[in-house]
C-alpha cells in the first residue's frame, strides 16, 4: 500500500463547476500538508499549504484537513479553464525528513 | 523572484551514454532535490542534499550519481544511460529547517534515452 493515494483521473468538469480533489494516506506522522498545481511540461508550483487538521481558504481555493480520518481535500470554486493542470498532494512529517507526494489528478475544465 | 533552474530542458541521449542534468537555484538555499515523474508513479525522490558535498539517497537512487560541489549547484549524473531512464527530471531546494510549504522546483529537464 502507498503511503499517499490520489486517484489520477482525469477529472473533466464544465466552467463555473466545484471541484474536489482529494488524497488519503496511512502514515499518521504527518503534520504539513501540501497542494501543488503543475501544468503541462512545468515544474509543480505550491499553491496551498496547511499544518495539521482544519481548513485554509485563498481565493476559489480551499484545503481541508481531517487527520482523524487521514484525508485531505482541494476544493476550488467557480472553476476556469485555466485551473486545467495536474494536483499534486504532498505531506511530510514534522521532522521534515521528506516529503511524499500523491501521483497527481489531471484536471480537465471546459469552457 | 525565486529561481529554480535546469539548463536543460529536453535531451536525447543514446543507451550507455553518461548524461549530465545540471540545476541552479538563486535562493542561498541548503537543501537540494532530484525526483523524477513517472505517469502513475507520481514525484520519486532520486538523491538529495543538505550541504556542499553532502549526498543522500532517496527512494530510487539505482545508476544515478549526484554532485554538490557549489551551495547552488546540484548535479545529477547517469554514469550509463539506459531506456528505462527515460523520464522527466525535477529538481527542487528548500531552506534547511523549512517545512515541505517553502521547497520550489524547476521548470523539468525531459530525458530521452534511445
Known amino acids: 500500500q502507498k503511503e499517499v493515494e490520489q486517484d489520477p483521473g482525469p477529472l473533466s468538469v464544465p466552467e463555473g463547476a466545484i471541484v474536489s480533489l482529494n488524497c488519503t494516506y496511512s502514515?499518521?506522522?504527518?503534520?504539513?500538508f501540501m497542494w501543488y498545481r503543475q501544468y503541462s511540461r512545468k515544474g509543480p508550483e505550491l499553491l496551498m499549504y496547511?499544518?495539521?487538521?482544519g481548513n485554509k481558504e485563498d481565493g476559489r481555493f480551499t484545503a481541508q484537513v481531517d487527520k482523524s480520518s487521514k484525508y485531505i481535500s482541494l476544493f476550488i470554486r467557480d472553476s476556469q479553464p485555466s485551473d486545467s493542470a495536474t494536483y499534486l498532494c504532498a505531506m511530510e512529517n514534522t521532522g521534515f525528513q521528506k516529503l511524499v507526494f500523491g501521483t497527481g489528478t489531471r484536471l480537465l475544465v471546459s469552457p | 523572484d525565486v529561481k529554480v533552474t535546469q539548463s536543460s530542458r529536453y535531451l536525447v541521449k543514446r543507451t550507455g551514454e553518461k548524461v549530465f542534468l545540471e540545476c541552479v537555484q538563486d535562493?542561498?538555499?541548503?537543501?537540494m532535490f532530484w525526483y523524477r515523474q513517472d505517469p502513475g508513479l507520481g514525484l520519486r525522490l532520486i538523491y538529495f542534499s543538505y550541504d556542499v558535498k553532502m549526498k543522500e539517497k532517496g527512494d530510487i537512487p539505482e545508476g544515478y550519481s549526484v554532485s554538490r560541489e557549489k551551495k547552488e549547484r546540484f548535479s545529477l549524473i547517469l554514469e550509463s544511460a539506459s531506456t528505462n531512464q527515460t523520464s522527466m527530471y525535477l529538481c527542487a531546494s528548500r531552506a534547511q529547517g523549512e517545512a515541505g510549504n517553502t521547497i520550489y522546483f524547476g521548470e523539468g529537464s525531459w530525458l530521452t534515452v534511445v
Open positions: 502514515n499518521s506522522a504527518f503534520q504539513y
Open positions: 496547511t499544518y495539521s487538521s
Open positions: 535562493m542561498d538555499h541548503e537543501n
